[in-house]
Every structure is written in structure tokens, then in C-alpha cells.
């Protein structure tokens, strides 16, 4: 199957810096990604769509402005997490639509933000 | 808006077993994807199996197969002779079929944590 990857794994970061999340596909283009966020023990949420060209669409209640998007390429989307708080902590998830008739998502390793 | 309900937060079931993992999802789309999706202890998530709803016939892949209840909107996912790799997160996932390239994000459930007893 597709294969997408994230960059960082894992960050650490003091409160009020940023930290930028990459999510790359690696063996296909796309067009759109999506990005999730995972608290413990809890269900993925979706955050936005990630557009390539265009502006990112961001679901009710994600702050634009705090959860910066960039999808720069075909095969690389960007999540910016601007001036990070200790809630922001949480595990981030990316996934893209590889095609076909299912247009299957194929979901990244995931990156694990804490903000000491 | 769409949601999906998994009402079992945990399921305990004995190696070589068969476990049934309950789900349901409200939503006013005639048109729409199915999935479950397994998170083991690495966080990586992995499809299990889909359905598409203007399909009748359940999907099945070797030991997983689901049972589609589209007029009540149920969607069970049924493992088969269980086996310890089996043990880790399942969450059901609903996407709808209407945007214009089949890119929607995915709507999930809060999962159930699905235990393989030796």
C-alpha cells in the first residue's frame, strides 16, 4: 500500500514556541490531507483538510490562526503549532487519499507533541 | 453532521475466539464508506476492513467480516479464531461518498479496546 510518513516522531517543546509537524507521501501524490489529533485513551478527531494550492479548511472549534497549515507540495503537507501551550499536548496524525476507487486514506505514524 | 457510536469501550475475548465489536453511526447521506480501522500499541492505524452502503453484500477479509445494517445504521465488525495480534484499538469510521474527489477526513468512534486472553 501508499505509504506516508511524519516528521518528527516525538518533540518537546517549551510553552509559547512553535513546532512544525511535516506529513509526507511518499510513493504518491496528493492533492489533499487530512490532519487528526489523538488525545490519550481517546478517538481521532479531525482538525482540517490540507489543499494543495489553496487555503486549508479547519473544522469547528480549530483555531486557524493557533494550527497553521501548508500543503507546499503534491507530497507534503505542514502543521504549525504556533505559540504551543500545555494543551496542545497531544498525538497528531496525518493521513492522505492515495487514489483508486476508494480513494483509500493511508495514515501516517503519527507525531507525539508534549509542551512542557 | 455525521457521528459514529461505539458503545463497547472494552472487549475481552479468549485466544481462538470469535468477538463481535459493536457500532453505529446517524447520518442523512444515502451514499457513504464504512471502515474499521485497528490502532495497536505502535499508534499506527490500519485498515481493517470497508464497506461501501450501496452495497448489500458484507465485506469480509479472511477472519474479519462485518455485518451491515444500513436501515439501522449498525455496522459490527465480527474476528474471527483471535489471535494475540489481534489485541489493540478498533475504531469505527465513517466517511461520506459526496465530495467531488472522494477526499473527505473521517469521522471515528471512540474506539473499542479489544483484549486477546492466552
Known amino acids: 500500500g501508499a505509504v506516508v510518513s511524519q516528521h518528527p516522531s516525538r518533540v518537546i517543546c517549551k510553552s509559547g514556541t512553535s513546532v512544525k509537524i511535516e506529513c509526507r507521501s511518499l510513493?504518491?501524490?496528493?492533492?489533499?490531507m487530512f490532519w487528526y489529533r489523538q488525545f490519550p485513551k481517546q478517538s481521532l478527531m479531525l482538525m482540517a483538510t490540507?489543499?494543495?494550492?489553496?487555503?486549508?479548511?479547519?473544522e469547528q472549534g480549530v483555531e486557524k490562526d493557533k494550527f497553521l497549515i501548508n500543503h507546499a507540495s503534491l507530497t507534503l503537507s505542514t502543521l504549525t503549532v504556533t505559540s504551543a501551550h500545555p494543551e496542545d499536548s497531544s498525538f497528531y496524525i496525518c493521513?492522505?487519499?492515495?487514489?483508486?476507487?476508494?480513494?483509500?486514506?493511508?495514515f501516517g505514524p503519527g507525531t507525539r507533541l508534549t509542551v512542557l | 453532521a455525521q457521528t459514529v457510536t461505539q458503545s463497547q469501550p472494552e472487549m475481552s475475548v479468549q485466544e481462538a475466539e470469535t468477538v463481535t465489536l459493536s457500532c453505529t453511526y446517524d447520518?442523512?447521506?444515502?451514499?457513504?464508506?464504512l471502515f474499521w480501522y485497528k490502532q495497536p500499541p505502535s499508534r499506527q492505524m490500519i485498515l481493517v476492513i470497508r464497506?461501501?452502503?450501496?452495497?448489500?453484500q458484507n465485506a469480509t477479509e479472511n477472519r474479519f467480516s462485518v455485518n451491515f445494517q444500513k436501515a439501522a445504521k449498525s455496522f459490527s465488525l465480527k474476528i474471527s479464531d483471535s489471535q494475540l495480534g489481534d489485541a489493540a484499538m478498533y475504531f469505527c469510521?465513517?466517511?461520506?461518498?459526496?465530495?467531488?474527489?472522494?477526499?473527505?477526513?473521517?469521522?471515528f468512534g471512540k474506539g473499542t479496546h479489544l483484549i486477546i486472553q492466552p
Open positions: 493521513s492522505a487519499p492515495a487514489g483508486g476507487s476508494y480513494n483509500e486514506q493511508f
Open positions: 447520518t442523512s447521506e444515502s451514499d457513504y464508506y
Open positions: 510513493d504518491f501524490q496528493a492533492t489533499t
Open positions: 469510521a465513517y466517511r461520506s461518498a459526496y465530495s467531488g474527489g472522494g477526499a473527505d477526513g473521517l469521522t
Open positions: 464497506q461501501e452502503a450501496y452495497k448489500q
Open positions: 490540507s489543499n494543495e494550492g489553496s487555503k486549508a479548511t479547519y
